[in-house]
T-cell receptor
Framework: EAQVTQNPRYLITVTGKKLTVTCSQN?????MSWYRQDPGLGLRQIYY???????DKGDVPEGYKVSRKEKRNFPLILESPSPNQTSLYFC????????????FGPGTRLTVT | GIQVEQSPPDLILQEGANSTLRCNFS?????LQWFHQNPWGQLINLFY???GTKQNGRLSATTVATERYSLLYISSSQTTDSGVYFC???????????FGTGTRLQVTL
């Protein structure tokens, strides 16, 4: 089944404790991206990747890192999480970019205390 | 950047009723998608529809690209249709999809 998977789905952590949210897709898509969703602010893009080893900042990249060493994986790294990073995070992928159908993962609900 | 407006912002329906959700956008688009965010937060792809009409069961969508709007039709609504419906567009200039503010739908028994 074609899908985007994220892990973990739920996470409660403390300020400053490094964490990684994994994202994987099995559709051989070149493009992958991360969004966060907050009440009143909608979905905002954090980082995106047009292909392996090619990443770029979205609208809200501060406090996040990404890497794209393999085509199927695009992990999101929070090196020193803070409470303002409490949010619902989505990973997405598409064949080549924004003109193509975007497929979203199930979401990761992160709480930083 | 491109502006995306959805209407109505909120909608309450009785089970079995039909509804039409609208998405207006301010520029020509190369991508338009409709999503359903269920009460558990998951974003479900409904339609990839930069132009034309598509149907999937009780749901159908029409995009009139020249007039810069898209419509999502829900027929014979069910309680499982509850949630927030988003349209998202890409105009070919920005490095991201732009999401509308959503229509919150509640279907009651």
């Amino acid at each position: 089944e074609a899908q985007v998977t994220q892990n973990p789905r739920y996470l409660i952590t403390v300020t400053g404790k490094k964490l990684t949210v994994t994202c994987s897709q099995n559709m051989n898509h070149e493009y992958m991206s991360w969004y966060r969703q907050d009440p009143g602010l909608g979905l905002r893009q954090i980082y995106y990747s047009m292909n392996v080893e090619v990443t770029d900042k979205g609208d809200v990249p501060e406090g996040y890192k990404v890497s794209r060493k393999e085509k199927r994986n695009f992990p999101l790294i929070l090196e020193s999480p803070s409470p303002n990073q409490t949010s619902l995070y989505f990973c997405a992928s598409s064949l080549k970019g924004w003109a193509y159908e975007q497929y979203f993962g199930p979401g990761t609900r992160l709480t930083v205390t | 950047g491109i502006q995306v407006e959805q209407s109505p912002p909120d909608l309450i329906l009785q089970e079995g009723a039909n509804s039409t959700l609208r998405c207006n956008f301010s520029d020509s688009v190369n991508n338009l998608q409709w999503f359903h965010q269920n009460p558990w937060g998951q974003l479900i792809n409904l339609f990839y529809i930069p132009s034309g009409t598509k149907q999937n069961g009780r749901l159908s969508a029409t995009t009139v690209a020249t007039e810069r709007y898209s419509l999502l039709y829900i027929s014979s609504s069910q309680t499982t249709d509850s949630g927030v419906y988003f349209c998202a567009v890409w105009a070919g200039t920005a490095s991201k999809l732009t999401f509308g503010t959503g229509t919150r739908l509640q279907v009651t028994l």
